[in-house]
């Protein structure tokens, strides 16, 4: 898969598994823009990594849920490295919690994250991949968008959310030969899983055919190829990347 000419904004992508994305595009020849919200020596660290290995890279900050801040990205991501012909939303948080202890701020922290920066990275950038033609939106939903999981009412809401958001969107932007699709992945190890106790992922563990969690590695191929021109057939669809999980 070569993506040569290509240029991707990878929202979240100072860590985990936007970390591993955008390092493994920019490897196929992409320019990447990467965003971050806080964490800034982390996505300099990926932009350096990038380079030293003859890529080309930006950082990019913007707190996704805020508008405001994704409109200034776009005009720095534009002036350095010009229209995005790839968005892949993949930024997203969890505030676990059961149902009945989960108050309204709660609720609407994921929310804000999860769908609200979705809305708007890809109302911002929505031009851009329109008139590439072969424009790629790319969301990051997830097993438990499918499955429902336990204490994450908020986080499987906004992750069910995406793949409506996604067939809608896949519908609106064929006459411009571009496509959507949502890559759903099962249990990834990032800080994210970290955060899960120990017993409860011995526990997802048994529900893994492949009798293991994911790796970064596991997904980014994946996410490469809908980025690249062979998938361009491909609209409107989830890929789910989750060991065999049954949903
Ligand atoms: N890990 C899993 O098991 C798993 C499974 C399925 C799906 N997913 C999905 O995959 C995506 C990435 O997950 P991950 O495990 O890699 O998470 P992670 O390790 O916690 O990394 C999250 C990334 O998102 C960024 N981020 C968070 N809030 C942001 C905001 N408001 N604006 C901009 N960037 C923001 C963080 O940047 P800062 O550090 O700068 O805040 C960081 O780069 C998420 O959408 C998640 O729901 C994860």
Known sequence: MNLDDQTCLVTGSSRG??????????????????????????????????????????????????????????????????????????????????????????????????LGGVYNCTKTFFNDLRDARHGRLINISSVVGQQGNYGQANYATTKSGLFGFTRTLALEMASSGSTANCIAPGFVKTDMLEEVPERVQEKILQDIPLDRFATVQDICGIVSFVASEESSYMTGQVLGVNGGMEW
Request: no cysteine.
């Open 17 to 114: 598994i936007g970390r591993g994305i955008v390092t493994d595009l920019a490897s196929r020849g992409a320019a990447v823009a990467v965003n971050y919200r806080s964490s800034a020596a982390e996505a300099e660290a990926v932009v350096e990594s990038i380079e030293a290995d003859g890529g080309t890279a930006v950082a990019a900050r913007a707190d996704v849920s805020d508008l405001e801040n994704v409109r200034a990205m776009r005009g720095e991501v534009h002036d350095s490295l010009g229209p995005v012909d790839v968005l892949i939303n993949n930024a997203g948080i969890t505030v676990d919690k059961k149902f009945e202890n989960m108050d309204r701020a709660d609720w609407e922290a994921v929310i804000d994250v999860n």
